[in-house]
């Protein structure tokens, strides 16, 4: 059953990564560093934060705690990051270092303690707060995208008007077990 559990929670870590990544196709250069107003993010500076979250929490997962001494989280949030490549580049250093920590679990340690703060928790517990954080910033990122796109935004999940002609389909076919992010993670790679 822990086995399912890593399992899933690496699924679902790949789908929220893919739905950053091809918000982040879609984009022009430049709306990558639009903000709304001076109080709310970019998507690059969602992307610093989530790279400076994911370095922190996984780097030594398991031997430190979680927020590391050199980490300087406020100065996640300067708009910093000037091209595209260095965006790129940051995110995909982040999502290395998640996987590269997750990838080295084992049902054996889902029931160990890991520190964040000084806060102990499960290894369970710690992989369930990211699988919150994460999204929730990546949704962020999807509607940024989706307001600077407008109507040339292509969905990333079920497109407006298609639910029961994807609903039907999935009625078409025989029950199965599997995980939901299956089928978009496979048309990704596709």
């Known amino acids: 059953m822990e086995n399912d559990y890593l399992e899933s929670a690496r699924k679902q870590f790949e789908y929220y ?21 001076s109080e709310s993010n970019s998507i690059a500076t969602i992307v610093k934060h989530l790279w400076g979250n994911m370095l922190s929490r996984w780097t030594d997962f398991l031997t430190t705690d979680g927020e590391k001494a050199w980490r300087d989280r406020e100065a996640e949030f300067e708009n910093d990051i000037t091209t595209r490549q260095e965006l790129l580049a940051r995110w995909k250093e982040g999502w290395d270092c998640l996987f590269d920590a997750l990838n080295t679990l084992t049902e054996a340690d889902l029931t160990k303690i890991a520190y964040i703060r000084n806060m102990g928790h499960t290894v369970l517990e710690a992989i369930n707060r990211q699988l919150a954080h994460y999204p929730y910033h990546i949704g962020q990122i999807v509607f940024i995208g989706k307001m600077v ?24 076919q025989p029950k199965s077990k599997k995980h939901f992010t299956d089928d978009f993670l496979n048309d990704s790679k596709q």
Do not use: H, V
């Not at 990564?17 to 107003?37: H, R, S, V």
């Not at 796109?149 to 078409?172: E, H, M, T, V």
């Open 17 to 37: 990564k893919m739905l950053g990544e091809k918000t982040i196709e879609q984009l022009p250069d430049d709306a990558l560093f639009w903000q709304y107003n």
């Open 149 to 172: 796109c407008d109507n040339d935004w292509q969905s990333l999940s079920i497109p407006r008007g298609k639910s029961k002609a994807y609903n039907d389909d999935k009625f078409s």
